[in-house]
């Protein structure tokens, strides 16, 4: 789960990281305020979740109430459209209005799982304020990784490696460190995946702030923390996704049009690779779960057939908990409820699987039954002449 660049700072702060002055406004009159506090110039933020908003014009300086209320207004209620939005862009429905700063040095910094050494990564960076993806790619030198032993802990002496491995200021040196710290147990007590800072900056006066924070939540954590489940901004997920997480399904929207339906993540991915060994893609990654009753098998179907980037469907189940039959009538359910105008492959086997394939064959649908995934592969790939 993500969260806005507000809400993120809002947490940071609760755990001793400086941010700068600022407030969230929705409304002009919120605006205006807001700027009048900070002495009549600031700088206003789009509130959306994902990056590259500087370059969208998502992100504005403002000398006076007046031109920031002139800017909000074009954004709030607008979408804004960056690299990482995709053509159809993401909602501004609110705008972060912050102090101007005079800002001496950026930094990059940011906390991960490490899938290698299944422990967090620290990394960090001079090249703070710009597309880190692309100074790894290009200078990977600049970028200093730490690994963190999640039975010990963060130890000082890699919290000050960090801070001089980067070049921070000697006489900042120390707050730095605890900004690291601090850092580290945001990631730690709030099971993140992804705790962001870019840029940390230093101002012209010395202060060390988080200029821009970005914090992403396991989602498999969430049952502990009701108080981020609060923070949720639906209206920046795909549709489908919200209304899959509704009924407890694993659903992921991708670029392809062979939409899937699978129970089990593994089974999935294999899925998937078979249709991308067919030189077709898949419109997603859904998993019902091997326990999935005969309604969320609908529900998941029905998201399929939502999807107006999917023209053909491809159902690969392996009976077990959930057994074939359950399967084949939640197809079916999902199928009464729409005009199918797609080819749909389904390949069952398991348990019940004799009784799930005549419950499909005599649904009067047309539906192509596989004996595997090399059948089912070939099946999808002839669907696309």
């Known amino acids: 789960m993500k969260v806005h660049e507000y809400q993120a700072k809002a947490i940071l702060s609760q755990f001793g990281i400086p941010v700068p002055d600022g407030g969230v406004a929705s409304t002009s009159q919120e605006v205006n305020d807001i700027i009048e506090n900070l002495g009549g110039s600031g700088v206003v933020k789009a509130q959306i979740h994902a990056g590259g908003r500087g370059m969208a014009g998502g992100v504005k300086v403002v000398g006076s109430a007046e031109e920031a209320a002139t800017i909000a207004g074009e954004l709030l209620g607008a979408k804004l459209v960056t690299h990482q939005t995709g053509p159809e862009g993401a909602p501004v429905d609110n705008v972060l209005i912050e102090k101007t700063l005079s800002v001496s040095k950026e930094y990059y910094l940011a906390i991960v799982i490490d899938g290698s050494t299944k422990s967090p990564v620290i990394m960090a960076s001079e090249a703070g304020g710009m597309d880190i993806e692309e100074v790894a790619a290009k200078t990977p030198e600049r970028i200093i990784r730490v690994n963190v ?13 960090l801070a001089y491995g980067i070049n921070i200021p000697n006489d900042l040196i120390r707050s730095a460190s605890t ?18 800072i870019n840029p940390l900056a230093v101002t012209e006066d010395g202060q060390l702030l988080a200029l821009d924070a970005k914090l992403n939540f396991d989602d498999d954590a969430l049952f502990r923390h009701p108080d ?9 997920e795909d549709p489908l996704e919200v209304e899959a997480s509704k009924f407890g399904i694993n659903y992921v929207k991708l670029d392809g049009d062979v939409g899937c339906m699978v129970n089990g993540a593994g089974l999935a991915m294999a899925t998937m690779d078979s249709i991308s060994m067919a030189d077709a893609m898949p419109a997603n990654f859904l998993d019902v779960g091997g326990g999935a009753t005969e309604e969320q098998v609908s529900q998941a179907f029905s998201i399929l057939l939502a999807d107006p980037q999917v023209k053909r469907i491809l159902v690969n189940v392996f009976g077990g908990i959930l057994r074939c039959d359950v399967a084949a009538r939640g197809i079916v359910a999902a199928c009464k409820e729409t005009e199918i105008r797609i080819p749909i492959v389904v390949r069952m086997l398991g348990t019940n699987a004799d009784e799930g394939k005549e419950i499909l064959a005599g649904s009067g649908l047309t539906i192509s039954l596989v004996k595997d995934l090399k059948e089912a592969a070939s099946v999808i790939k002839e669907s696309a002449s």
């Open 228 to 236: 981020l489940v609060a923070l949720r901004d639906p209206s920046q």
């Open 179 to 196: 900004l690291i710290a601090n850092l580290y147990r945001v990631f730690e007590a709030k099971d993140c995946s992804l705790a962001e």
């Open 149 to 161: 032993d999640s039975i010990v802990g963060l130890q000082p002496f890699q919290c000050r490696a």
